[in-house]
């Protein structure tokens, strides 16, 4: 019987899809990470042929030679920046992820909650609500910026990307400008978009979304150079991964009033809020900035559909069929 670890709960469905294929289920039940000694010694004394991961089990070669016996790993998480990719691969270790639909939608409307949520300072409106300051209507109260017939430039042209292009062109009509290893055309006839180098994008877009994957070529894609590119009221929102970002850059260019919001659902050093030191919450002082811990795709959705993928990867694979999500 074909053994499967899952390092800490997923949805009820994909474990039922993994039972009723016939596979021994270890679950590690708290809700909590394995540290990597832990993980070592789990998979040193389990030795399962399927590992159940999530982003954060970072997947190391000592992780991965402690598991000899491990065919694929399943990673619960579209990302997989949490495991050594080429090692494994050296190894014979398959990986797969989970982009499912049901995720995309999840995680471009987060991000559309963001860019609408910094252009419309809901969250500095709800404090000031909330702390009883609101006296009467004034036309000059917490005034903010239109979001309806902007250019939103998006970086990084995935599922995800495509999927906040399509509610930006089609919902609040915005032009959209991309950048991209390679054009798309369809992409571009569907919604009128423009593909450019990401220093032009960054010099005409009024709102800028990240979609990139975290790869050496994406660490600090927006760092001092890029942000003195912006324009001093464009808003900058990460849902995609934290160090895409130089934190300390963002920070100064924020003090320094060069651009106008971050809305961030990922940090450069997660779970810390901060790099060095940690945690100072330097970013939580500044208004123009929204917080959101990582929540991009947590919608019950997108949660299932991710259980769904991460067991469907596993039973395609020993099945003897290429897991439609397998990481090259
Ligand atoms: C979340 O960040 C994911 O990669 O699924």
């Not at 409106?125 to 036309?139: C, I, M, V």
């Not at 990867?313 to 090259?328: A, M, R, Y």
Request: proline fraction near 4%; hydrophobic fraction near 40%.
């Amino acid at each position: 019987m074909l053994h499967v670890y899952i390092t800490r709960p997923i949805p009820d469905n994909g474990i039922a899809m993994l039972k009723s294929a016939g596979y021994r289920i270890s679950l590690q039940k708290e809700r909590r990470d394995l540290s990597t000694k832990e993980l070592i010694t789990t998979l040193a004394t389990k030795k399962p042929d399927a590992l159940l991961s999530f982003l954060t089990n970072r997947i190391d070669s000592r992780v991965l030679s402690a598991a000899p016996s491990l065919k694929i790993i399943s990673n619960f998480a579209v990302g997989y920046d949490n495991i050594d990719v080429a090692t494994a691969h050296e190894k014979g270790i398959v990986i797969s992820n989970t982009p499912c639909i049901e995720v995309v939608n999840s995680v471009a409307e987060h991000t559309f909650a963001l860019m609408l949520a910094l252009s419309r300072r809901i969250v500095e409106a709800d404090t000031f609500t909330r702390s009883k300051k609101y006296k009467g209507w004034d036309p000059d109260l917490l005034v903010g910026h239109d979001v309806y017939g902007k250019t939103l430039g998006i970086v990084g042209l995935g599922a995800i990307g495509r999927g906040v292009a399509q509610r930006a062109n089609k919902g609040f009509g915005m032009k959209i400008l991309y950048t991209d290893m390679k054009r798309d055309e369809g992409f571009e006839k569907e919604y009128g978009a423009t593909f450019m180098p990401l220093e032009k994008l960054l010099a005409e877009a009024d709102i800028i979304s990240l979609h990139v994957p975290l790869l050496p070529s994406t660490h600090h894609l927006i760092t001092g150079k890029t942000l003195k590119l912006m324009k001093k009221t464009a808003l900058l929102v990460n849902t995609a991964r934290g160090p895409v970002v130089d934190e300390k850059a963002i920070l100064k260019a924020l003090y320094a009033k060069k651009i106008g919001g971050f809305a961030l659902d990922v940090f450069e050093c997660e779970p810390h809020i901060d790099c060095v030191p940690a945690d100072r919450y330097e970013l939580a002082k500044l208004s123009a900035v929204i917080m959101t811990p990582h929540i991009a795709s947590a919608t019950h959705g997108a949660r299932e559909g991710m259980a769904r993928e991460a067991a469907q990867n596993i039973i395609d694979f020993f099945g003897g069929k290429q897991p439609k999500n397998l990481i090259k």
